[in-house]
């Protein structure tokens, strides 16, 4: 991928998001340490999914009522080609 494409999609990206402060910490709540971080962006921004590859590291985020999906389950459910 050029990186123009990438450089315009993280453009894109960065107009649309919004800034979230945490104000807790769930820790320790997943089996990496280096994951917690997601889970506790995920829960500040609210209704929004986790989305990775490694959704097994994840499980624990539905007892928040944080769904865990893949990219090609977003890309599914989004509809896109």
């Known amino acids: 991928m050029p990186l123009a494409a990438i450089s315009a999609f993280l453009d894109a990206f960065l107009s649309v998001a919004e800034p979230r402060e945490t104000h807790f910490r769930f820790r320790p709540w997943l ?48 509809n896109l080609p």
């Open 31 to 78: 089996a990496d340490p280096g994951d917690e971080f997601v889970l506790e962006i995920a829960f500040a921004a609210g209704n929004v999914p986790i989305v990775t590859h490694n959704s097994s590291d994840f499980v624990p985020a539905a007892r928040l009522g944080i769904r865990v999906m893949t990219p090609s389950q977003l890309v599914e459910e989004l």
